[in-house]
């Protein structure tokens, strides 16, 4: 331990923390703009200057080392003057006039930094030079003129994702935040993860969706985890009066550190389908609007004289609905399919392994932000579960060999150190293949090298997604599992939306064949519907659709009941690697929209059923894939 | 004792300071019963007294020779000069036009401007004051009190008047200070 004064106050810390770690352990404020607890210290803003005795000149406290007996001062005359001093400097230097800045008022660290040293206003005339605003970006404006050039957004995109789109060009007061080679940010690599407009300390990228919508002092926060697919990072939802404002990352959160990819942050606020607003229930060839009692009291008639029935839940809903449904459809209507929307795709195999070893075999996501070797099966982790994908791209810098096994276009592979064809149905002939190349060598030189690359590896990870799970037989999981035990490897599964997990906990898994199902039961949510799952219910004659969204399916539904969409609704979700994580509700339901919960108790009062509520007790019965932490 | 005399004009501003500085309602019945108020925009008298005032109240930036000549009468007359809101501070939003130049703003108003019809022309005249770069007042001449804001709210327009009125120098910070 490393023992010092800041301020009067002695602390003692680990070597190798810095001062303004140390300092902010003692709970001593030191004002910084460069800095981010999530990045590596930089040192180019010079705000968080201090005093150390002995020293010839001020440091800057973010990255300097602490040793023993150091005796450090934060708020003398000679560093005050040097705080007001680089903010001078830092306001004079570009556009940062507040009264015609989007982030002003609560929202600009520059502005609050100035405002906790009582500056009035800064004494060096302001430099008119003006830069171009580039707004060819669909999400963000990336305004050179309010830049403070702390590179805090050039190092997120590096550092964090692993995309290094946004660098500099030329140099000093002329320095330019650019996107690639300066091409337009809306024709650059940029992959809208919005890591850099989060983190940016200033109005120099700005969000489209939010700007001019409200500032801090305006907004509501909903922390809850993301439902977009079953990596489960953690959001904050920005509302005001009950609108939806901004997705931003959860600093915080353990597992995503901050980051979010488009599908957590943009997207969801891109919605354009048209909304359902009320029951509606098909009469005379049409769908005529009808009361909640009415429509409900339809389903409920047509789906209890039917044996023959299918029943559909998507994996976008909260555990909490799943079982609720299973219990509705399994025990109370005796359903002869009940299943999700992904048909166990991205799970069923690996939960059946999971139930034949008697327990998990899967680790942690978190071992992927820390691996020398990644074996990537089947699986696009920049396509899909994206922020996975920055886990890995990040560390590619740093040595990490990336082995990537696909036949099908996969954009992870161009960052690949070596790529392998792995024919869809070749599973077990690839991992068999790969197992003797790891034991005695092989000929085929790119299978040697993956093969040494992870013989090599001290930490390496193995991952694969739904295509790996629904091609993979039992006989390829062995050698999988196999070749995870000699290697050392961690086996991490994707798996598909939010809650594919904890449809695999439920058995939720059956394929959805044409089996000459008389009705079925289709719990969409917000879901995209797929074409195939058009098709699949078209010749089925009575369908009942619980939807947010209109479309072909509610189009052609017998009897349509409007719920809730993602930021409605609350409840819990089970990531891929075993994450309890609840979903916050952030904005009312329309009038006359209810929850899927409510939708299916209301059903099972209409057919005198008593559902089983206990999700929790359901979710535990099985054999989970990778344990199951419980929050 | 006499009570203090303040003066205040208006430059390259919008007036909302000077609105703002009416928003104290009733309470400017308490500042003119602390103060002598003498020129302002709102008042009759147009200059401040020629034999002095304790304190000079300027909005706005200074975007011509005319403002000039208004700032340096107003800091020689004034003991204390307070430059008040955003544009007197900064140069607020007139400053915009800096980054394109006195020309290029003329042009857009004036000429190209979607209202104006095609014999618009830029107005010249030896009596018009010549436009310079818009500058902060303390870039022209000093300044003694800085009250940010856009406009700076009223109770932070009183709570100055009445430390000035009673000789002190008013510390606008924590919750008094806001540049928006």
């Known amino acids: 331990m490393i023992n010092l004064t800041i301020d009067g106050k002695t602390i003692d810390v680990q070597e190798g923390t810095t001062v303004l770690e140390a300092a902010e352990a003692a709970g001593v404020f030191i004002p910084t703009l460069c800095h981010h607890p999530q990045l590596t ?25 602490v040793t023993d007996g150091m005796v450090i001062n934060t ?56 830069f171009e605003v580039d707004a060819s970006h669909p999400f963000m404006v990336l305004d050179n003129n309010r830049c403070i050039l702390c590179r805090r957004c050039v190092r997120a995109c590096g550092e964090l994702v692993g995309n290094y789109t946004l660098g500099f060009e030329e140099r000093g007061a002329d320095s330019l935040l650019v996107a690639d080679y300066n091409v337009p940010f809306g024709e650059s690599s940029c992959i809208s993860c919005g890591t850099c407009v989060q983190i940016c300390p200033t109005g120099a990228i ?74 509606l229930v098909r009469k005379d060839g049409s769908l005529k609007a009808a009361t909640w009692d009415e429509a409900l009291q339809v389903a409920a008639d047509g789906l209890a004289k039917e044996t023959n029935l299918a029943a559909l839940a998507s994996t976008r809903l909260p555990a909490e609905e799943l079982v609720l449904f299973k219990s509705l459809f399994a025990e109370g209507l005796k ?72 036949n099908k276009k996969n954009l992870l592979a161009e960052k690949a150190t070596t790529k392998l064809p792995l024919p869809a149905g070749e599973e077990t002939a690839f991992l068999a293949d790969l197992l003797t190349a790891i034991d005695s060598g092989s000929v085929d030189v790119d299978l040697a090298k993956a093969a040494e690359s992870l013989k090599n590896a001290e930490k390496p990870c193995i991952v694969y997604g739904s295509a790996f799970a629904s091609n993979a037989d039992e006989k390829a999981l062995a050698i999988l599992l196999e070749l995870a035990e000699k290697l050392g490897a961690a086996l991490i599964g994707v798996k598909g939306n939010a809650n594919s997990a904890a449809a ?128 | 004792m006499s009570k203090p005399k303040v003066a205040s004009d208006w430059l390259c501003g919008c007036a909302g300071c000077h609105m703002s500085l009416l928003d104290i309602d009733e309470r400017i019945l308490q500042v003119v019963e602390l103060v002598d108020l003498r020129s302002t925009p709102i008042t009759d008298l147009k200059e401040p007294d020629e034999d002095g005032v304790t304190v000079g109240i300027l909005e706005g930036g200074i975007n011509n020779t005319y403002n000039e ?62 436009m310079t770069h818009v500058r902060a007042v303390h870039e022209v001449v000093p300044v003694d009190v800085f009250i940010p804001g856009c406009p700076p709210d009223a109770d932070v327009i009183f709570y100055a008047l009445v430390e000035l009125a009673n000789g002190r120098i008013p510390e606008i910070k924590n919750d008094k200070l806001h540049w928006h």
């Open chain 1, 41 to 65: 210290p930089y040192g180019g803003c010079r705000l968080c200057m201090v005093e150390v005795e002995g020293a010839k000149t001020l440091q800057p406290s973010c990255t300097l080392p």
């Open chain 1, 504 to 631: 695999a906990q439920l058995g939720l898994e059956a394929p959805f064949k044409k089996n000459g199902y008389k009705a079925a039961f289709v719990l969409l949510s917000d879901e995209k519907p797929s074409q195939k799952l058009v098709k699949s219910l078209e010749d089925i004659p009575f369908v009942v659709a619980l939807a947010a969204y209109g479309s072909q399916i509610t189009g052609n539904a017998d009897v349509v009941l409007p719920v809730t969409m993602w930021a409605e609704q609350s409840g819990t979700y089970l990531n891929l690697d075993g994450r309890l994580q609840k979903a916050v509700k952030a904005v009312d339901a329309p009038e006359g929209v209810l929850t899927a919960y409510e939708t299916l108790l209301q059903l099972s009062e209409k057919l005198s059923f008593k559902p089983d509520l206990d999700w929790k007790e359901k979710l535990m019965e099985r054999v989970p894939t990778v344990e199951i932490q419980q929050a």
């Open chain 2, 69 to 130: 000549e208004v700032a340096k009468k107003m800091r020689e007359r004034c003991k204390i000069l307070v430059a008040l809101g955003d544009c007197a501070v900064f140069g607020g939003v007139p400053a915009m036009r800096n980054f394109f130049g006195a020309e290029a703003a003329l042009q857009r108003a004036y000429v190209d401007a979607e209202s104006n019809d095609s014999e618009a022309k830029i107005p010249t005249s030896v009596e018009l004051a010549q």
């Open chain 1, 75 to 130: 708020n003398t005359q000679k560093v005050l003057d040097a705080r007001k001093f680089v903010l001078t400097l830092i306001f004079s230097e570009r556009n940062h006039f507040c009264m015609y800045c989007q982030v002003s008022n609560g929202d600009c660290e520059l502005q609050n930094r100035a405002y906790d040293e009582g500056m009035t206003h800064w004494d060096l005339q302001p430099n008119w030079q003006p």
């Open chain 1, 335 to 406: 359903a002869e399919l009940v299943t999700s929307l992904e048909e166990g795709s991205a799970t069923a195999s690996l939960a059946k392994l999971a139930d034949k070893l008697g327990k998990p075999f899967e680790a942690s996501l978190d071992l992927l932000k820390d691996t020398d070797a990644v074996l990537s099966l089947e699986l696009d982790l920049v396509a899909e579960h994206q922020v996975a994908g920055f886990f890995v791209k990040r560390q590619l810098l740093d040595g990490t060999k990336l082995i990537v096994a696909d």
């Open chain 1, 206 to 279: 700005i969000d489209r969706q939010s700007a001019y919508q409200g500032r801090e002092t305006d907004v509501d926060h909903h922390i809850g985890v993301c439902v977009e697919c079953s990596v489960g990072c953690q959001r904050d939802v920005l509302t005001r009066d009950d609108r939806l404002i901004r997705i931003e990352g959860e600093w915080d959160a353990p597992l995503n550190h901050g980051l979010l990819c488009d599908q957590g942050r943009f997207i969801p606020l891109e919605e354009d389908r048209s909304r359902l607003l009320t029951p």
